[in-house]
Structures are given as structure tokens and as C-alpha cells.
């Protein structure tokens, strides 16, 4: 099972390095739908004790937000802003994908010397949801577009997810339900937020709109 549980690690990692070098958005938004899917699997790999009705729950909603509602939304507000590539980002992406090796070398640093309160089933859970946290960060200052920012955070709040079923196997089933739904609301603001921004402004770069609150001031 171990053997799975890490080949899981490993693709997340590489479909963390494939977001940060890719400008197509579309391709993004799959990537993050397979990493949603790869989490619920993982979610039923880590827990020793079997396959119960909460864990299988638990499993199906992460995957079908994650993998399935998220995707969805983040695609339509994809067509109705008419947009493809993100265009010039902040940091290039040579450099985003060497800022990222730097991070997951810093990930694999933190976690051998971070006191976890339980054996994790793989050495590779804890540094691969720290580098997906930092990943996220990165993704969500350095680039331009809104949507590609949401996809930021959504990497983001994956690294948690992972970190929180590799560690927190006993957590009551309403909590982790609780911290999808607040997710979902807030991928949904933000879409609604892309959908208003594009149709007042006819563009969804944040930069411009920073560059209008400035003129405003």
C-alpha cells in the first residue's frame, strides 16, 4: 500500500512543477481536477484500519469537489472570460519552476526535522503537502490572472488536505466536511467575483484592477 500511497505523492509533485510551468489555463484547471482525485484516493490509502463509511464519505465528497464541482466552475469562468494563456505573469516560468525545485528542497528540509505527533504511513506525505502549501503561495502572488490565483489556492488548501489525512486519521468526519465546505464557498465567490470582474472590465488581470484603484485614490 505504501508503494501506491507514494506513487500518489510523487504524480502530486509532478503536477505541482506542471502548473507552475504551464501558461495554459485549461490544462491547469486538469491539473488541479486530477491532483482533487488523487487526494480522495490517498484518503483512502491512509487509514490502516479499513475502509469504513465515514473514510468512504469523506473520500467521494473530496473527490467530487475537488475533482469534479471545481473544475466545472473554474472552466465556465474560463469560457465567459475568453481567455487561454496566462500572459505574462510576475515571476517567469523558468523561474517559477526553479523557485519550485528550491521549495520542495526546502519541504523535505522542514519536514525531517518537524516533531509530528504520529508516524506518517510514507516519509513523503508531510514534504509533499508543505511544498503544495508553498506552491499555492507562489502560484497565487505570481501570476496576473484571477482564475489562475484560485487555482493557486486550491493547490494550497490541497497540501493541507494531504498533511491533514496523512496525520489526523481520527478527525471527526463534520470537520473535515466543514473545511470542504468552506472551501467550496470560497471557490465560488471567487468565481462569481471572476464573472463580474470580466464582465465590467472585460479582462480578469489583477494587476490592471490595482493599477485602477490606484488612479481612483
Not at 475537488?66 to 481567455?83: D, Q, S, Y
Not at 517559477?96 to 522542514?110: D, E, H, K, P, R
Not at 486519521?169 to 470560497?186: K, Y
Request: aromatic content about 6%.
Amino acid at each position: 500500500m505504501n508503494v501506491w500511497i507514494d506513487t500518489i505523492l510523487i504524480v502530486l509533485v509532478l503536477g505541482n512543477f506542471l502548473l507552475l510551468g504551464s501558461s495554459r489555463l485549461a490544462a491547469c484547471i486538469r491539473v488541479v481536477a486530477v491532483q482533487g482525485v488523487l487526494l480522495g484516493v490517498l484518503t483512502l490509502l491512509t487509514h490502516e484500519e479499513g475502509v469504513t463509511v465515514r473514510i468512504l464519505l469523506l473520500a467521494l465528497v473530496s473527490t467530487g469537489v475537488k475533482g469534479v464541482v471545481f473544475p466545472w466552475l473554474l472552466t465556465r469562468a474560463l469560457r465567459e472570460a475568453n481567455v487561454r494563456h496566462e500572459i505574462e505573469p510576475y515571476v517567469g516560468y523558468n523561474l517559477s519552476i526553479l523557485v519550485g525545485t528550491v521549495a520542495l528542497g526546502v519541504s523535505l528540509g522542514l519536514s525531517a526535522r518537524l516533531p509530528l505527533p504520529t508516524q506518517p504511513l510514507s516519509s513523503l506525505i508531510v514534504p509533499v503537502a508543505l511544498f503544495s502549501i508553498l506552491v499555492g503561495l507562489l502560484v497565487i502572488v505570481s501570476r496576473k490572472k484571477a482564475l489562475t490565483q484560485v487555482l493557486g489556492y486550491l493547490v494550497l488548501e490541497n497540501g493541507i488536505y494531504a498533511f491533514g489525512v496523512g496525520l489526523v486519521q481520527r478527525a471527526p468526519v463534520v470537520v473535515e466536511l466543514g473545511v470542504l465546505l468552506d472551501v467550496f464557498v470560497a471557490v465560488f465567490v471567487m468565481g462569481i467575483a471572476i464573472f463580474h470582474i470580466n464582465r465590467e472590465f472585460d479582462h480578469i488581470d489583477t494587476d490592471r484592477l490595482a493599477t485602477l484603484r490606484d488612479w481612483v485614490s
